[in-house]
């Protein structure tokens, strides 16, 4: 399995970018996709997810800025990222949640950075 993740860059604040991570590979068991950041000197924290249900989880920080959604084919995920701040900074790491029963295995692509100016 391998994710792919593209869309950051550098943006002034108030923008928006939108990231995309597509999913290669056949995988089952497969609980959410998401993202997370981290930025220099922070731990790796979430940003927002979607299960395989649909359901969707938001860190604080970016609730009613950022929104995750997927393709219809469940294998891409997005995260379209408005009003921007300059705290938004950091690597963006796509990340995929697979559990069977006791059983959990993380994947994570490579990060996309955003740099956002004040």
């Known amino acids: 399995v391998q994710l792919q993740a593209s869309g950051g860059g550098l943006v002034q604040a108030g923008g928006s970018l939108r990231l995309s991570c597509a999913r290669s590979?056949?995988?089952?068991?497969?609980?959410?996709m998401g993202w997370y950041r981290q930025a220099p000197g922070n731990q790796r924290e979430l940003v927002a997810s979607i299960t395989n249900d649909g359901v969707t989880n938001y860190a604080d920080s970016v609730k009613d800025r950022f929104t995750i959604s997927r393709g219809n084919a469940k294998n891409t995920v997005y995260l379209q990222m408005n009003s921007l701040k300059p705290e938004d900074t950091a690597v963006y790491y796509c990340?995929?949640?697979?559990?069977?029963?006791?059983?959990?295995?993380?994947?994570w692509g490579r990060g996309t950075l955003v740099t956002v100016s004040s």
């Open positions: 590979g056949t995988i089952f068991n497969i609980r959410a």
């Open positions: 990340n995929l949640h697979v559990q069977l029963g006791s059983f959990k295995q993380l994947y």
